[in-house]
């Protein structure tokens, strides 16, 4: 029927505002900035830096592989190579990012950098309230405003947060086991090597018998 849906869309119109004098539930606005809805799960907005521990700067993640910049459809991410180096989560010396910086008014929230990051560095965020007025600056986000710790990430999704840190930590385990084993072959190798060197000569063999 012509104009069925416009009728629904009253209706239920109808139904949520009598509804909201008696139930809660019925009440699909909140007065903003008073009050605000919790967002959901899954609501993405921009991305953020994960850095571990409780030094934003020491522990990002992000090794400055620049993928997630090659890879932005709109190409707000820049991205500075450090010169030097310092240690990952297993101990391995790793470059970090000199300057990384995200230009959110031109970032489309798709995620791809996301999905492309093999260190789980970046992770979208949910704040939203990024209002600013000065149109360029205020939202071009350097490193230090896009580091944001594990633990809020954690909040924001517990089950992801959850396997990502249980698979980092098997391999820490397993880069720590492999240290270990490796300082036990040194040691094994060089008392082996101590030994032979202990031996007595060999008596050369007698050629008149
Ligand atoms: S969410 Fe998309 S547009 Fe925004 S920085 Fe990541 S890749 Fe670029
Ligand atoms: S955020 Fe991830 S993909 Fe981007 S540079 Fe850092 S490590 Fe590489």
Known sequence: MLGEGILKGMVETARNFAGSYVSKDRLTTV????????????????P????????????????ACQICEKEC???CIYIEKSK?????????MQFYPATFDIDVSVCMSCQICVEVCPFDAIKMDQEYELSNDDRFGGLLLNKTRLAKSNEYYGKMHPQEAGAIDESRLKTKEAAEAKVKADAEAKVKAAAEAKAKEAQPPTAPPNKGA
């Open 84 to 92: 030097d180096k310092k240690p990952d989560f297993v101990g391995k």
């Open 73 to 75: 459809p709109p190409k």
């Open 48 to 63: 953020f830096l994960v850095f571990d521990g409780n030094d934003p700067m020491a522990g990002l993640r992000c090794v």
């Open 31 to 46: 007065e903003y900035p008073e009050e605000r809805i919790a967002p959901k799960e899954n609501a993405r907005q921009f």
